[in-house]
């Protein structure tokens, strides 16, 4: 995982709220094996008409909007199914961190294993940052080092799990940090019941 | 010392490392084929193994076809989905329950009828509704892709503590009104983001007296109100479910087991992050209206307008849903004309199900031009189905009796809802498109979605003669 500690850029903002992670992308883009290539399914059902034709108006679609970096979204952003590929097709867009009042449990966790950050602000200052937004221009930054996120006049500092940060800041891979533990989690697997299922007979 | 939740005591005999975040032991993986290549690829990559392969079990069911299937699967991406999850098991010596396989089918519905899923376990799998083995009284929850390959490479996952919620549903259930009506009751008490950062676990009488597949059908859904996960106490009906089932204990280690699995409940001076109460005599049958599952309203209501929400967002949202379900606020339910009925998933597409489903029908043909299928949520329950003629019911009805799979609640299969078509659905999610671009989902419960085939609309399941 390449370390994430700066993203400046510009900004695309979704209002609405519970965007789920069927919205984000579709499942007829799941049956791909590999992890890359799904950006431009992003948004898919809200991108291109029933015959596959651009939606006017929709980002994804706008020039002006090409090359942003932060996506402002309403509560609750992508719930639903567990799918990774969402924050893939989110990352693989272009954009770096998204910034809404809440996340769902499962996408943030998700966002933190794969290096997009998921900011969360008080819901009045997401709509602030909605209405920059508007100009394809302006420009936000989200610091992740000094957990503040600043747009022109608007500045406001955001929470983040202290262990998630610091893996984020180091790019570090989670398996290779679990695996230095080896001793706890054999000695863990000593002292299981002998009754708990296998699917193999030893 | 404190009393303790049925959650906090599985939670604390998992910890292998730390506190919060803490490192906790996967008793079980269950792996399919959509969420996991990415994941193997990665082990590969980094030339890593699957730690405990005899603690993971595969099976296929997200993106298959439910007719034809031993034919071949027809899109090519799908087959090449299927041959990946084939190569992976069998290079990492895990159980595969492939197409051939008696017990192939919906990964949470496979995990319980092969005694995989017991008490006091924690359970994970890449899908968002692992909640459903919770009603084991298990720690059961969704995760994405990378974490699979943690989980493959450690047998082990990083987990911040959640909070806890109590959702008590005292009294009894009414007659005529499902499982299925109950979590859609709850959902619209708690909404679809009630539950987030929280255990859900589910107590009172009315939960106390559903069965196990009924609970099953109640903590799938944990994870519509944003629930990490649901729970609910084991009891004489846990284990009466599992007592011989394949991979269940026997003999002294079955009794050891009860002995375990008892102590395991949650404490009486156990205190909740939070609370909520829902009256289950109160509770009518349910069906969706909008486009997640918080928006449903009882069968004997109407449609509801956005005006009727004081939330500046859950009326753009309810306005939305309105257009893209094509209702109009004041439609009674009852006057919904369907073009579609799915009985199926991992929600309700249990034996008991089917029976609840057959009940209705039996006798009756589904309304000319509905088109209705039933998928079975695995080959078993297909197998015990044929074996008690329900597929006799369905078939003479005008139903399409199909192959085991996730089909229509999400798909990924040919079993597509073309656009514009109205589905009463026995599944989990109304989202936008989950059925198909432009589909229109309503979520009702197996008898409700049967009523539903045979009059052409929705009607009240109660009032079926």
């Known amino acids: 995982m390449r370390p994430v500690r700066v993203v400046q850029g510009t900004m695309v903002p979704l209002p609405r709220a519970d965007i789920d992670t069927d919205q984000i992308i579709p499942k007829q883009f799941l049956t791909r094996i590999e992890r890359t290539g799904y950006g431009e399914f992003l948004f898919w059902d809200w991108s291109r008409d029933g015959g596959g034709a651009p939606v006017d108006g929709f980002f994804t679609n706008d020039p002006a909007r090409r090359g942003a970096k932060v996506l402002v979204a ?13 924050v893939w097709a989110i990352q693989d867009w272009g954009f770096e961190a998204v910034v809404a009042p809440s996340f769902a449990d499962i996408f943030k966790g998700n966002s933190y294993q794969s290096g997009l950050l998921p900011v969360e602000l008080p819901a009045e200052t997401v709509t602030e940052l909605m209405m920059a937004a508007d100009d394809p221009n302006a420009i936000v930054t989200v610091d992740l080092e000094r957990q503040i996120v600043i747009c022109g006049d608007l500045q406001a500092s955001f929470e983040i ?32 019941p002998e009754w708990l299922p296998r699917s193999v007979t030893e | 010392m404190p009393g303790r939740t049925l959650f906090e005591k599985i939670w604390n005999r998992h910890v292998v490392t730390g506190d919060d975040p803490a490192l906790l ?33 595969a099976t296929i069911d997200h993106a298959i076809p439910t007719v034809d299937r031993h034919v071949m699967i027809r899109d090519p991406q799908s087959r090449k989905q299927v041959e990946t999850l084939r190569q992976n098991c069998a290079r990492h010596g895990i159980t595969l329950f492939d197409l051939d396989d008696p017990r192939q089918g919906i990964v949470h519905v496979v995990g319980p009828e092969n005694g995989f899923t017991q008490p006091g376990m924690v359970i994970v799998c890449g899908d968002s509704h692992t909640s459903t083995h919770g009603a084991f009284g298990a720690l059961a929850f969704g995760i994405g892709t990378t974490e699979v390959e943690h989980v493959l490479a450690t047998q082990t996952i990083w987990q911040r503590r959640p909070k806890t919620m109590a959702v008590e549903v005292d009294g009894e259930l009414p007659l005529g009104v499902a499982a299925k009506d109950m979590i859609l009751g709850i959902l619209a008490t708690i909404g679809v983001r009630g539950g987030t950062g929280h255990v859900i676990e589910y107590r009172g009488e009315a939960v106390r007296g559903l069965s196990m597949e009924e609970r099953m059908t109640v903590c799938n859904m944990s994870i519509e109100g944003g629930a990490r996960a649901g729970m609910i106490a084991p009891d004489d009906t846990t284990f009466a479910y599992l007592e011989g089932r394949a991979h269940a204990p026997k003999g002294a280690a079955w009794e050891r087991a009860l002995d375990d699995w008892r102590s395991i409940t949650t404490d009486p001076d156990a205190t909740f992050d939070e609370v909520t109460r829902v009256s289950a005599p109160s509770l009518i049958p349910h069906v969706s209206w909008g486009t997640n599952p918080g928006q449903t309203v009882a069968v004997s209501d109407v449609v509801p307008s956005p005006d ?20 109009r606020p004041g439609t009674p339910i009852t006057d919904i004309p369907i073009d579609h009925v799915f009985v199926g998933s991992c929600t309700n597409g249990r034996i008991s199900d089917l029976r609840e489903a057959a009940r209705v029908v039996e006798g009756r043909k589904v309304r ?9 949520g695995s080959m078993q ?23 085991a799979g996730c089909s229509s609640c999400l798909a990924m299969n ?7 078509e109205r589905c009463a659905s026995t599944s989990n999610r109304n989202y936008e498109g989950r059925q198909g671009r432009g ?27």
């Open chain 2, 414 to 420: 040919p079993d597509v809802i073309p656009a514009g």
């Open chain 2, 381 to 403: 329950v297909k197998a015990q189905a044929e074996k008690e003629g329900l597929d006799r019911i369905f078939r003479d009805a005008g139903f399409s009796w199909r192959d």
């Open chain 1, 74 to 86: 309403g509560d609750n952003f992508g719930c639903g199914s567990s799918r990774e590929h969402a």
């Open chain 2, 25 to 57: 032991f996967v008793d079980l993986h269950l792996v399919h084929e959509v969420t996991s290549p990415q994941a193997f690829s990665g082990l590969d990559f980094n030339g890593r193994k699957v730690r405990r392969p005899e603690l993971t079990v």
């Open chain 2, 368 to 376: 000319d031009g509905v088109s209705a299928v039933i998928v079975p």
């Open chain 2, 439 to 465: 589909a229109r989902t309503h979520l009702v419960s197996p008898a409700m979605a049967a009523a539903a085939a045979i009059n052409g609309h929705f009607v009240d399941v109660r009032d079926w003669r």
């Open chain 1, 161 to 192: 799990d202290p262990t998630v940060r610091d893996r984020l800041l180091k790019g570090l891979d989670a398996i290779g940090l679990t695996m230095e533990h080896e001793a706890a989690i054999s000695a863990y697997e000593a002292q299981r």
């Open chain 2, 308 to 327: 009727h929400f004081d939330d500046p967002l859950e009326r753009d949202s309810a306005a939305r849903a309105l257009e893209y379900m094509d209702l």
